[in-house]
């Protein structure tokens, strides 16, 4: 009878204290909850806030616990592809990945970011369902309620934490002291665990809930959540799925606004870059052959046209052609040998992307370039003019710009 | 099997925190720390109660506009920062490029177009309703009744409620009554009265 017992009957209970003890038959028709009632209605001095109550009867544990699952499932999503971008980004030594599938960082970066747009509408329903708890009287029960409690703050200043500064930094917004990326990242394995602990303390609840149908009521709320995601979804995915760039009237981004219709991420005038004068050199170093090219010398060599997206780990990506010159080429030129590690240096002097590395895979692979022409046209100057990478499966940060040299390791 | 969980779950607490410690040139635990606590003191005690008065004041809306006004607000809350287009660099006009602003509005006015739709069908539906706020015709309720099995537990909490309130404030009767009010279908969650009460 009583599948549901009731965040909502708690709720309402422990906002009000003892007061409403005496009345324990009319919410709680389970023993449990009539036990937690006369419990609380006969040790619990009355809360500071006897006044307010929460009343909505919208808030249910069948609420909360779809509305949790659905969070469990944006988390776990947003932590592996998150940590997918990590490794790419910062590779340990013995770890080369590969260079297909051509869409994979793509796809990971866009699940990363628009589920975690979506993850919002999911957070702040599933905390308004919740808060009640927040006020729930005594405030503690025992060092063990107090500990749990301790987590599941944890959980919540995480939660709010990943995902405000997620949100702020793909709208370019930096209003803190520390390094996003930094903080986004050591942040999520303490969300993480706090989740994996919540899960654990509200598994029992959880199926107990699931297998409960929502009364209509409710059902309407969560179906408007729902809604709220998929809004969310469809006014913004199109910043990666350019089918449905029509529809991204919200994304940050709008995959054919930019110079030759492309995005830019960093321009030469943020890089410190002015446009290379007739001096400009390519140079492989560190090969059997050391290699100067110039820019006639590069338009010169066998040309290659590639389709590749640009994928930025802010969740934007658009497939542009490519034309330019294999760097496997470039590497039989220099003679570099076959497990050669390369590090490519941009004419940018300062700035955390500066350089990039190539490890075999991707130089291996033919859809790899340097590229001089975008869409048929010569490199915009804040597209990398003359020379950038472009290679398949790889962060947008480390498709490096302005290509000067090349060291073969 | 439980042990083992709670065990990997307190090492990525600590490898999160050790982290954030040992790279503190780029993580400024300071700053960390004051945004971790800041976003959800402002939330709980800040954000909630804003919702909480909005839907106060909403509190009568039928229920299509109960649910419209929902999604618009979690629509509005994820749209906020590009609306506020505090971000971007001049010199980058590929980043923030929309007018994020009115195409907000046209998001929302959508919203509230559907829900007069959603509206005015119901109410041909149900025929001319004489009052301006018809009470759950009695074959809905017996419907949801049904649809719910016995909608167990949040029964009668409402309705106690009800009795005796008096000067309390009913923080958030409001969703409730949004989604509610209205009657039809969706609303009168567990009592065959709906929101007019006993």
């Known amino acids: 009878m009583v599948r549901e017992p009731s965040l909502r009957t708690r709720v309402a209970v422990l906002a009000r204290g003892g007061r409403r003890g005496a009345s324990a038959g009319r919410f709680g028709r389970g023993e449990g909850t009539g036990r937690r009632l006369r419990g609380l209605a006969g040790s619990a001095p009355p809360p500071p806030f006897d006044r307010v109550r929460f009343t909505s009867r919208l ?4 609420v909360a616990a779809r509305l949790g699952i659905a969070l469990g499932c944006a988390f776990t999503l947003a932590f592996v592809t998150g940590l997918f971008s990590h490794f790419l980004q910062h590779p340990p030594s013995w770890l080369d990945w590969p260079s297909r599938p051509v869409w994979l960082y793509r796809l990971t970066q866009g699940l990363h970011v628009i589920g975690g747009l979506a993850a919002i509408p999911l957070l702040l329903a599933k905390l308004w369902t919740v808060y009640p708890r927040l006020w729930q009287w005594p405030p503690f029960r025992s060092v063990a309620h107090a500990v749990e409690r301790g987590l599941v703050l944890l959980l919540v200043a995480g939660a709010l934490f990943q995902l405000v500064t997620g949100l702020l930094n793909i709208a370019y917004i930096y209003p803190w002291p520390f390094s996003f990326p930094v903080a986004h ?26 297998v409960t149908p929502v009364e209509p009521g409710r059902r309407g709320f969560l179906l408007a959540v729902a809604a709220a995601c998929g809004v969310t979804v469809l006014a913004t995915a199109g910043e990666t799925v350019t089918p449905l760039q029509g529809l991204a009237v919200l994304a940050p981004r709008a995959p054919s606004i930019g110079p030759q219709g492309l995005p830019v991420n960093r321009t030469a005038l943020a890089a410190g870059v002015s446009p290379a004068d007739a001096g400009y050199r390519l140079t492989l170093t560190g090969g059997a052959t050391p290699v100067e090219l110039g820019y006639a010398d590069l338009a010169r060599l066998p040309q290659h046209t590639v389709e590749l997206p640009i994928a930025c780990v802010e969740g934007w990506s658009v497939t542009a052609r490519w034309t330019g010159v294999r760097l496997a080429d470039l590497m ?3 003679g570099a040998p076959g497990d050669a590690v390369l590090t490519v ?7 955390g992307y500066r350089t990039s590395e190539v490890r075999p895979p991707h130089w291996h692979d033919p859809l790899t370039l340097l590229a001089l022409r975008v869409n048929g046209r010569t490199l915009h ?11 398949p499966n790889r962060p947008g940060v480390q498709q490096t710009k302005w290509v000067h040299r090349i060291v073969i390791a | 099997m439980k042990a ?20 503190a040139t780029h993580s400024k635990p300071l700053g960390w720390a004051l945004w971790f606590a800041g976003l959800v003191l402002a939330h709980d005690l800040l954000l909630m109660p804003l919702v909480l008065a909005i839907a106060l004041l909403a509190r009568r809306a039928r ?5 419209a006004l929902v999604i618009g607000g979690l629509v509005t809350a994820v749209a906020l920062p590009m609306v506020l287009g505090l971000g971007g660099r001049a010199d980058n006009p590929s980043q923030l490029p929309l007018p994020y602003g009115a195409n907000l509005a046209a998001v929302l006015l959508a919203l509230a177009a559907a829900a007069t739709v959603a509206h005015l069908s119901r109410r041909n539906r149900k025929g001319p309703a004489p009052s301006p706020a018809p009470s759950p015709a009695p074959s809905a309720s017996t419907r949801v009744r049904e649809g719910a099995g016995q909608p167990a537990s949040g029964h009668g909490v409402g309705q106690g409620e009800g009795d005796g309130a008096g000067a309390e404030a009913d923080v958030d009767q409001e969703v409730e009554d949004l989604a509610a009010a209205g009657g039809g279908g969706d609303g009168g969650v567990d009592e065959p009265g709906g929101l007019r009460g006993p």
């Open chain 2, 4 to 23: 083992l969980g709670y065990t990997l779950a307190g090492a990525l607490i600590v490898l999160g925190f050790t982290g954030l410690a040992l790279d």
């Open chain 1, 381 to 391: 100057l804040d597209h990398g003019y003359p020379l950038r990478l472009i290679a």
């Open chain 1, 332 to 334: 039989a030129m220099a």
């Open chain 2, 63 to 67: 229920a299509p506009y109960g649910y």
């Open chain 1, 185 to 210: 990242y050591w942040t999520a394995f303490i969300v993480y665990g706090a989740l994996i602990v919540h899960v654990l303390n509200e598994w029992a609840k959880v199926r107990r809930s699931v």
């Open chain 1, 59 to 62: 808030r249910s544990e069948g």
């Open chain 1, 345 to 351: 240096e941009s004419l940018e002097t300062h700035g």
